[in-house]
């Protein structure tokens, strides 16, 4: 499903307009959407509070009254804002509303009407703003939002939590805590990003009755995609067949990194694993999978792969299927240029994590210059380094972050994060599984593995990316379900296969599920 900005919505309902869709029936469509929800999850004996503004978001809500109205269930709204300036659609909706049975208030103040009515209500419906938010919310609407938020009451969004920036996910100065969202025409990117993702709750989409050209737009270039899984083994499947990876990774102070890496790509559906470590690190691997098989590498005094062996991994890498260097690695002087050349040299699909993004970051001529393949997996901190772009600024708009990003370098990017995103060829993709389990030490190095072995399997870079991103954040998912804390990453890597069981199983249905919640 396509994600939008505020203005790419704009743009889609002004497009809708002129093909005959006019404002007025996708008002009626945005308001039934939201009445069919509150009808169907609270039932029509309930107690409605609304709360309606001056744009077309109140429009909405107006709508939303009167169908609730028509049904005779009891309902208060609030307008909020001067309404002499309404726009048309909403203005006749205003009207209309007038002859129907239902309490229509001013809002002044948080005072003592205001107050019962929100003790008195049952559910609570947000028409404040909606993607016409185009400043910090002050005064008393902010006042207000707090009393909404603290009253307990579950509280229905009308296209989007007011104060929440569609485009970024940005608090404007306070915003509704929904219990659920009803978005008009397609999910918001500010959806996926934090603090934004706190605020939503369920998202359910109602697509207005937009042409499905224009839901299906090709001009909108962030999606929530869900890919096929790759093909069956087949009857014949042996190892050789299944996908041979090199893990270039781990150093004296980090150990787990290479088993994690080796080891999922096992666990995740590949064929061969091979590790190139140092002899320390190769041994304790060995002791802890014997799975994987182990090209033990000389050590420099730093406790690092030494510069002696980047011959002999160059010549190793010709005999497997792809490449990934960089997790729990290190950033001396032999491992720039361990990692300079294999990013220049490797000529199969490279996946480039860890310390390689922070040592390809001082030289992006290198990476610029790569015709293969090649995917990056940086952590916000990585990213920083690699686009000399501060983490407070990307945290801000990540999405445009990332776009920019792609700009500069021309290969796949996955910003790692509460809803990871995955950057290419002017694309982002959100990987929509995941939850704060996965942020654990050695969780990033399982992804590494997870990818590779998507990649190789579905014989697609792109799509095994998100593939592999996905299933592993799925198994921290049906994880999650069962423990709340203490997991590790050994857990998440052990319970891929139950991910990939679940996958291949749901994975029809599941851009859908995600706005009712796995
Ligand atoms: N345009 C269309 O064709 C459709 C729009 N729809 C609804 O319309 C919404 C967008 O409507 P609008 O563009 O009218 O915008 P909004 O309804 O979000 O509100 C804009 C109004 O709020 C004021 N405002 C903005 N920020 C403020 C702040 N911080 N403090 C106080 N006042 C503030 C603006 O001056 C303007 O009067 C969507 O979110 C959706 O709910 C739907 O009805 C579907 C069709
Ligand atoms: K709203």
């Not at 920019?404 to 910003?415: F, G, K, N, R, Y």
């Amino acid at each position: 499903m396509k994600v939008a900005t505020g203005e790419e919505i704009k743009r889609l309902d002004k497009l809708a307009v002129s093909l005959g869709v006019k404002e007025e029936i996708l008002m009626e469509n945005a308001g039934y959407s939201v009445f069919s929800f509150l009808k169907e999850k609270f039932g029509l004996t309930k107690k409605f509070l609304i709360f309606a503004g001056s744009g077309n978001n109140g429009g909405d809500a107006f709508v939303v009254a009167r169908l609730l109205a028509s049904f005779n269930a009891s309902v208060t709204l609030f307008t909020v804002s001067d309404l002499t300036n309404l726009k048309e659609s909403a203005k006749k909706n205003f009207e209309l509303l007038k002859n129907y049975p239902v309490e229509i208030l001013e809002f002044e103040s948080v005072n003592r009407v205001l107050l019962s009515a929100i003790r008195e209500t049952d559910v609570i419906v947000d028409g404040i703003f909606g993607t016409g938010l185009n400043r910090r919310i002050e005064g008393k609407i902010a006042e207000l939002i707090v009393e909404i938020n603290n009253s307990g009451k579950p509280v229905v969004a009308i296209d989007i939590p007011s104060g929440i920036s569609a485009n970024t996910g940005a608090v404007l100065g306070v915003a509704i805590k929904a219990t659920y969202t009803i978005t008009m025409g397609l999910p918001k990117r500010g959806f996926f990003a934090f603090p934004g993702c706190d605020y939503v709750g369920k998202i359910i989409v109602s697509h207005i009755s937009y042409p499905p050209e224009l839901t299906f737009s090709k001009d909108i270039s962030v999606e929530i995609k869900i890919v096929e899984p790759y093909p069956e083994r087949p009857t014949n499947a042996h190892k050789g067949l299944l996908g041979k990876a090199l893990f270039i990774s781990g150093s004296s102070f980090y150990t787990g990194a290479p088993y994690f890496n080796a080891l999922s790509f096992l666990k995740s559906g590949g064929g061969i694993s091979f590790l190139a470590t140092t002899e320390n690190v190769s041994r304790i691997v060995s002791q802890r999978s014997p799975e994987i098989v182990q090209i033990p590498l000389k050590e420099n005094m730093q406790g690092a792969i030494a510069k002696e062996n980047i011959e002999k991994i160059l010549e190793f890498s010709k005999n497997v299927d792809i490449v990934a260097i960089g997790s729990g690695l290190s950033v001396d002087d032999d491992t720039e240029q361990l990692v300079l050349d294999v990013v220049d040299k490797v000529e199969k699909p490279l996946i480039i994590d860890g310390d390689a993004i922070t040592i390809i970051a001082r030289h992006k001529e290198v990476l610029k210059k790569r015709k293969f393949d090649t995917v990056l997996t940086p952590h916000m901190g990585e990213f920083s380094r690699l686009t000399g772009v501060s983490i407070d600024e990307i945290k801000k708009d990540k999405f445009s972050a990332l776009f920019m990003a792609m700009e500069e370098i021309p290969h796949t990017i996955v910003l790692k994060g509460e809803y990871t995103l995955i950057g290419s060829k002017g694309n982002i993709y959100i990987n929509t599984s995941g939850n704060p389990v996965l942020g654990t030490a050695g969780s990033g190095d399982v992804l590494v593995g997870t990818i590779a072995s998507c990649i190789v399997r579905k014989a697609n870079t792109v799509e095994g990316t998100i593939l592999g991103a996905y299933i592993h954040g799925l198994s921290g998912d049906l994880l999650a379900k069962e423990f709340r804390e203490g997991l590790t990453a050994e857990d998440i890597l052990q319970n891929i296969p139950n991910a990939i069981r679940y996958y291949w199983m749901h994975y029809k249905e599941l851009e859908g599920a995600l706005y009712e919640g796995l």
